[in-house]
């Protein structure tokens, strides 16, 4: 492989989907009633409200106030005690525990909303601001259901408004130097990757008989939203829901929109045809016949998706590892060289050689690594100016629907959103009983097999029982309406 790295400058290169070119720099200024709904005057700021005010969303908020071009105007969240320093840091901002009342009161006054809250509410939350013509920057994972991303992504092109998903890593360096790596051929046909990460780092499956008093900070029912109506349990938030399927998406839906994101935006795939998996049990410390609760995310998971090439040159195999569960580490690799980092990695494996990148496709080498002291290879994809996720995404709502893009427009983010959620179909349908009454000798688990998938219909084609994972249904009172 080493003696075609030095002339690799002429090599021809796919075009990197979505090219993530920022706003123009110059603008003419002109009235905001000029420009109409969903656009903003380059001499006015950005408006922003803050659906979910601590935590992550605590930190998208001051990533996207780094801009001297945006105002914090609003902030919502159901639980008091999360929103406290992001009230502090905007105190002129007026503050709501209910993102439809924020969204009715000051639809006039917001230009764009950012929605940090937990994965089962991001749909609903992100559409009502969509459908008043505001722009959106949603955290990944997109949303908690492939249905939702079937949506969102509609809504995206009918509502005409500059969205993001908050996959950092999509404006990174990193992904657009694997991209350039990838496509000079030097690795080959690509035909088999491997991703994996350390979550999760949450407590998974830990049942609490307990009854608790609601604490008087929180809106507890606000905050099950599209959910079921349970009883309060410490162990829900404010960050555990992520162990729990009613309101998170596990480990999967955790990190996958950062580790894969270089294998969905570089090589030639859109939906699998297949996926299969195998699940570390989510029974407690000691085996009881109650033990199995299938709100539960388990400990652990390996998942293979297939992909046919959009080129008709065959499939590409995904493989997928988390909760501490790695690949093999490559014989490329010599001892003490590392195999991703701390967070997880990801793997293009071709014909010709092995291309490794770490967690947000940072990093990115060729293996063995002392093949990359000979690349010559050019820079041909356009940067994000440091990198800078959120602030593209400012930029571009500044710049207007169709003068600017950004790295994870929802027409992107859809449909890789859906990639990732049809592996949480087939965790569930692997935990899934079908005789849930009878003793666990007696139970039967049809759903541990090779699950087809039927992108075009959303639908599970030899399990039908799957296909409750795929659309769920919400609580009376919350719909999804496009």
Not at 372 to 399: F, G, K, M
Not at 401 to 426: H, M, R
Not at 440 to 451: C, E, I, Q, S
Request: proline content about 6%; hydrophobic content about 35%; overall charge positive.
């Amino acid at each position: 492989m080493s003696g075609k790295l030095k002339s690799l400058k002429n090599s021809s290169r796919r075009k990197f989907i979505k090219n993530s070119s920022i706003a123009a720099a110059g603008f003419f200024i002109v009235p905001r009633h000029v420009l109409g709904k969903g656009h903003i005057a380059p001499s006015d700021k950005l408006n922003i409200a803050g659906i979910g005010a601590g935590g992550k969303g605590k930190g998208d908020l001051s990533a996207f106030a780094k801009s001297p071009n945006v105002n914090i105007v609003a902030l919502v969240d159901v639980d008091d005690r999360q929103a406290v320093e992001s009230r502090k840091n905007f105190p002129k901002a007026k503050y709501y525990k209910d993102f439809r009342e924020m969204l009715a009161k000051e639809k006039n006054n917001i230009d764009a909303c950012s929605i940090s809250t937990p994965d089962h509410t991001h749909a609903v939350a992100t559409l009502a601001a969509m459908h008043l013509g505001k722009h959106v920057y949603t955290q990944k994972p997109l949303t908690h259901d492939i249905y939702e991303a079937r949506i969102l992504a509609q809504a995206a092109k009918k509502y005409k408004v500059i969205t993001q998903m908050g996959n950092q890593g999509g404006s990174g360096n990193g992904v657009r130097r694997m991209q350039e790596i990838y496509d000079t051929g030097i690795i080959g046909h690509v035909d088999k990757v491997l991703a994996w990460t350390n979550r999760p780092v949450w407590p998974q499956a830990i049942p609490d008989p307990g009854t608790y008093k609601i604490p008087k900070e929180l809106d507890f029912d606000l905050w099950l939203g599209t959910a079921p109506k349970v009883d309060y349990k410490p162990n829900y938030l404010p960050w555990n829901w992520r162990g729990w399927w009613p309101y998170g998406t596990g480990a999967l839906g955790d990190m996958a929109c950062h580790i894969l994101d270089p294998v969905f935006r570089i090589l030639p795939i859109d939906y699998p045809t297949s996926v299969e998996c195998s699940v570390a049990g989510t029974w407690t410390f000691i085996l009881k016949e109650n033990d199995h609760n299938p709100d539960w995310t388990p400990f652990s998971t390996n998942i293979h998706l297939n992909y046919p090439r959009k080129d008709g040159k065959g499939d590409i195999k995904v493989s997928w590892y988390d909760g501490g569960v790695m690949p093999e580490v490559p014989e490329e690799l010599l001892q003490g060289e590392a195999f991703g980092n701390s967070d997880g990695g990801v793997m293009f494996i071709g014909s010709k050689g092995k291309l490794l990148a770490d967690c947000y496709g940072a990093n990115p080498r060729l293996l063995p690594l002392k093949e990359n002291a000979l690349l010559s290879i050019p820079e041909t994809i356009v940067r994000v100016p440091d990198e800078d996720h959120y602030l593209q995404w400012v930029n571009a709502c500044i710049a207007g629907y169709g003068n600017a893009q950004t790295s994870s427009p929802f027409e992107y983010a859809g449909p890789f959103t859906e990639s990732i959620l049809i592996g949480n179909v087939a965790i569930r349908s692997w935990m899934l009983r079908d005789n849930p009454g009878g003793r666990r000798t007696a139970d039967k688990y049809n759903g541990r097999k090779k699950l087809l998938w039927d992108a075009a219909s959303m639908k599970v084609t030899n399990y039908d029982l799957a296909n409750q994972f795929v659309k769920r249904e919400y609580r009376e009172g919350w719909d999804l309406t496009l």
